[in-house]
């Protein structure tokens, strides 16, 4: 009711709110965690009034996303719901669009996803392809260009933290090496 009043005092916020809505769309599309909580905080303003008035505060993605009745964006939270689900259905980071397995991770034997952080709850996406790479010797390159075939890293959205994993090539030499090392890790 709120924002009905809203827009009928600014028409001009209709605009915002469908490119907003097309933001959120492709977040979630792109691995968004909706289970995350939305808190508003204690800075004063006008915004956070207006927020606080809509009841937008401690809320989910998928709280929120029910509160704005937008069809769009619920059935794709639903698409997105399950872990299994948003494996098989995330988008590259590239931009084009496309699930991971259709692009960037077609060719590649290694995951687009990891668990290797801190709380094996969040799920990491393959860092983007088309971002400048983060090691020290890339000179403005893409990540793809640079760094993608010598190891896969992984970023937490959520903290911005990369978790990368080396590649490396297993032959007689250093086989027995490394099954007792995965051995070990098993323990």
Same mark, same amino acid.
């Given at each position: 009711?709120?924002?009905? /009043? ?6 001009? &916020? ?20 909706? =289970? ?12 956070? *009034?207006? &927020?606080?008035?809509?009841? %937008?505060?401690?809320?989910?993605? @998928? ?12 059935? %794709?939270?639903? &698409? @997105?719901?399950?872990? =299994? ?19 960037? %991770? ?21 860092? *983007?392809?088309?971002? %400048?790479? !983060?090691?020290? @010797?890339?000179?403005?390159?893409? !990540? ?9 890293? !992984? ?5 911005? =933290? ?15 090496? @490394?099954?007792? /090392? ?6």
């Amino acid at each position: 009711e709120h924002l009905r /009043l809203m827009l009928r005092e600014q028409p001009s &916020l209709a605009v915002v709110t469908r490119g907003c809505l097309e933001c959120a769309v492709q977040l979630v599309k792109l691995g968004a965690n909706c =289970k995350a909580v939305y808190k508003l905080g204690n800075s004063p303003g006008e915004s956070l *009034s207006l &927020l606080q008035s809509l009841g %937008t505060d401690n809320k989910n993605a @998928f709280q929120l996303a029910n509160m704005s009745k937008k069809v769009e964006l619920i059935r %794709t939270m639903k &698409l @997105f719901k399950s872990e =299994k689900d948003k494996i098989r259905l995330v988008h590259c980071r590239c931009g084009s669009r496309l699930p991971w397995k259709e692009c960037h %991770t077609a060719k590649e034997p290694e995951s687009h996803y990891s668990k290797a952080n801190d709380d094996d709850e969040t799920l990491c996406w393959r860092f *983007s392809p088309v971002a %400048t790479c !983060y090691c020290p @010797f890339n000179n403005n390159k893409t !990540y793809y260009k640079c760094c993608w075939s010598d190891e896969a890293a !992984y970023q937490n959205d959520s903290t911005g =933290k990369i978790v990368r994993s080396k590649k490396i090539l297993i032959d007689d030499s250093n086989r027995e090496y @490394f099954e007792r /090392l995965r051995e070990m890790k098993r323990h």
